[in-house]
């Protein structure tokens, strides 16, 4: 029902900066919130800002007044802009989505994963 691409990561110096991409393509599936996790080798997988189809977003505290996510609901596609990085900002970055299927049934969705990795 629900494919997701990402992409975007890469390795960067502390301080600075990437963009992550995740374009989605749904049949028969409404798409309401979409949102990037991330997860470290040996922790737990942890919710890095969420937006849904309107304009409320929510951020980890750990990320707030540093990314930014936002969103293209004509491409169907959610960014995440990442600034002033960290050293342990270093993860694997999964993008979600959340909708109503068949049934009326909400189903939640992940894409493959992008790696980002920032060093010291």
């Known amino acids: 029902q629900v494919q997701l691409v990402e992409s975007g990561g890469g390795l960067v110096q502390a301080g600075g900066s990437l963009r992550l991409s995740c374009a989605a393509s749904a049949i028969f599936f409404r798409i309401n919130g979409m949102g990037w996790y991330r997860q470290a080798p040996g922790k737990q997988r942890e919710l890095v800002a969420i937006?849904?189809?309107?304009?409320?977003?929510n951020y980890a505290d750990s990320v707030k007044g540093r990314f930014t996510i936002s969103r293209d609901n004509a491409k169907n596609t959610v960014y995440l802009q990442m600034n002033s990085l960290k050293p342990e900002d270093t993860a694997v970055y999964y993008c979600?989505?959340?909708?109503?299927?068949?049934?009326?049934?909400?189903?939640?969705?992940w894409g493959q994963g992008t790696q980002v990795t920032v060093s010291s």
């Open positions: 979600n989505v959340r909708g109503i299927g068949n049934l009326a049934i909400t189903y939640d969705y």
């Open positions: 937006i849904t189809s309107g304009t409320s977003t």
